[in-house]
T-cell receptor, first 109, second 114 residues
Framework: KNEVEQSPQNLTAQEGEFITINCSYS?????LHWLQQHPGGGIVSLFM???GKKKHGRLIATINIQEKHSSLHITASHPRDSAVYIC???????????FGKGMKLTVNP | NAGVMQNPRHLVRRRGQEARLRCSPM?????VYWYRQLPEEGLKFMVY????????ESGMPKERFSAEFPKEGPSILRIQQVVRGDSAAYFC????????????FGSGTRLTVV
C-alpha cells in the first residue's frame, strides 16, 4: 500500500465547475504539500499545510490531521487549471517528501 | 530573485556515457533535494544535501549514482555508465531550512538514454 493515496486518478470537468481532489496518507507527517505539474513542465508548489485551511485565489486546501486526509478545492475551474495535481508529505523527522501518484485534471471549455 | 535553476533542461546520452545534472538553489536556500520521476510513475526521493554534506541518500541507487553540493557552485547529480532505465525527469528542490517552508522546485532535467 502506498503511503500517500490520491483520488480520483483522472478527472474531466467543464469550465466553471467546483473540483475536489483528495489525498490520504498513512504515516505521521510534519507537513503536507500540494503541487501542480503541467505537461512537460516543472513543478509548482501550491500549498504547504500542517493544520487547518489555506486559500490562495481560487484554490483552497484543507487538512484533517486526525483523519490523515487533505483536500484541494478549485472553485470556478478554468481550462488553464488543467494539470497534474500531486499531494506530498514530509515524514515526521525527515525533510524528504513522499509523493502520491498525482491526479490528472482536464478542464474543458 | 531567480528560482531554482536546473540545467540542462534536456540531456541525451548514449548507453555507457556519464550524465551530469546541475541544480542551483534559490538564493538563501541551503537545503537541496533531488527527486526522480520515471515515465508514468510518481516522483521518488533520491538524496538530500546541505552545503558540503550528504544528509540522506536513502533513495539513491547503490551504484553509478552520486551527488554533491560543494561550498561554491551548484549541486551536481552524477550518473555514470547510464542505462536506458535511467531515462527520466530529474527534479531538484531547495528550501531555506529543515522545516520545508519555501520549498521550491526547479523545472527539471529530462534525461534520455539512447
Amino acid at each position: 500500500k502506498n503511503e500517500v493515496e490520491q483520488s480520483p486518478q483522472n478527472l474531466t470537468a467543464q469550465e466553471g465547475e467546483f473540483i475536489t481532489i483528495n489525498c490520504s496518507y498513512s504515516v505521521g507527517i510534519s507537513a503536507l504539500h500540494w503541487l501542480q505539474q503541467h505537461p512537460g513542465g516543472g513543478i509548482v508548489s501550491l500549498f504547504m499545510l500542517s493544520s487547518g485551511k489555506k486559500k490562495h485565489g481560487r484554490l483552497i486546501a484543507t487538512i484533517n490531521i486526525q483523519e490523515k486526509h487533505s483536500s484541494l478545492h478549485i472553485t470556478a475551474s478554468h481550462p488553464r487549471d488543467s494539470a497534474v495535481y500531486i499531494c506530498a508529505v514530509s515524514d515526521s523527522g525527515s525533510e524528504k517528501l513522499v509523493f502520491g501518484k498525482g491526479m490528472k485534471l482536464t478542464v474543458n471549455p | 530573485n531567480a528560482g531554482v535553476m536546473q540545467n540542462p533542461r534536456h540531456l541525451v546520452r548514449r548507453r555507457g556515457q556519464e550524465a551530469r545534472l546541475r541544480c542551483s538553489p534559490m538564493k538563501g536556500h541551503s537545503h537541496v533535494y533531488w527527486y526522480r520521476q520515471l515515465p508514468e510513475e510518481g516522483l521518488k526521493f533520491m538524496v538530500y544535501l546541505q552545503k558540503e554534506n550528504i544528509i540522506d541518500e536513502s533513495g539513491m541507487p547503490k551504484e553509478r549514482f552520486s551527488a554533491e553540493f560543494p561550498k561554491e557552485g551548484p549541486s551536481i547529480l552524477r550518473i555514470q555508465q547510464v542505462v536506458r532505465g535511467d531515462s527520466a525527469a530529474y527534479f531538484c528542490a531547495s528550501s531555506p531550512d529543515r522545516a520545508g517552508y519555501g520549498y521550491t522546485f526547479g523545472s527539471g532535467t529530462r534525461l534520455t538514454v539512447v
